[in-house]
């Protein structure tokens, strides 16, 4: 029996190692935006969660995603929806990220041959995704529940995701998503995340951290460097968790303009 959990977990070792490869590395992502970090901290060995870039040269695409599950699952789900957006991006039909998602979602459906109201196969992905031009500065969002997190000038806003999760359910409602577009300001900050660090239970009642606090917390380390902010945020959630388990994928990534 140690031997065969051995085996298992050398080729979870080796699954992970594939994962790795198909995320942009951190020195990619500091090419296009050098005040940026990510905090990515899997529950398990391989993740559920994963960040996503994608770089043309009047446009920058780019996203953070929660799949169904985590571990070995997720993993599996994480690969699939990072190839489906390679392959949307190849094509070169669009850099709308609402377009984006639609199409991202009859891809899906298709992929896991879902139908309405059936239950057997809940395979989908919450995702936060961005179009960013460098010249003009604009900057386009879409979601499927994970919202964007805007602060400017120290005051925050929360640009809203739609409520339905990718692949989930296909229907006329469920195959729309919003696109919402701003121009970015020198010195303004954006953040994207999956649910896990809101969710991870901990303090001294042990209960969830909430959204409340998540977006305090973000508020405190305004004025930080990129760095420190990681650093910050890696503090806050080991002391929240304490000796508890974690119980998701955590992922962030924070760009400064």
């Known amino acids: 029996m140690i031997r065969k959990n051995i085996k298992i977990t050398d080729s979870i070792d080796y699954a992970k190692q594939i994962q790795d490869a198909f995320l942009p590395s951190q020195e990619q992502i500091k090419q296009v935006f050098p005040e940026s970090f990510i905090l990515f901290k899997p529950k398990d060995i ?13 446009q920058v695409v780019f996203s953070v995603a929660d799949c169904t599950g985590h571990g070995v699952p997720g993993a599996f789900m994480s690969l699939i929806s990072i190839n489906l957006l390679n392959e949307i991006m190849d094509k070169k039909a669009t850099n709308v990220p609402s377009e984006i998602l639609e199409q991202m979602q009859s891809l899906l459906i298709t992929s896991f041959k879902q139908k309405q109201g059936e239950e057997k196969r809940q395979n989908g992905l919450d995702i936060a ?10 900057l386009s969002y879409a979601g499927a529940k994970n919202s964007l997190y805007l602060f400017r000038n120290n005051t925050f806003k929360e640009i809203k995701a739609d409520k339905h999760t990718l692949g989930m359910f296909y229907d006329q409602e469920n195959n729309k998503f919003t696109n919402h577009s701003f121009t970015v300001e020198k010195g303004d900050l954006i953040y994207l995340f999956s649910d896990g660090f809101a969710d991870q239970k901990g303090g001294p009642l042990n209960k969830k951290y909430y959204y409340q606090p998540f977006q305090e917390l973000f508020a405190r ?24 388990e974690q119980i998701d994928d955590i992922l962030i990534m924070g760009i400064q303009f």
């Not at 993740?47 to 994608?54: K, M, V």
């Open 46 to 58: 391989v993740s559920g969660d994963f960040y996503w870039l994608h770089t043309k040269t009047d």
């Open 129 to 138: 995704l961005c179009s960013y031009n460098p010249l003009t500065r604009e």
């Open 221 to 244: 380390i305004q004025g930080m460097q990129m760095e420190e902010q990681k650093k910050e945020l890696e503090k806050e959630i080991d002391y929240w968790k304490g000796t508890n």
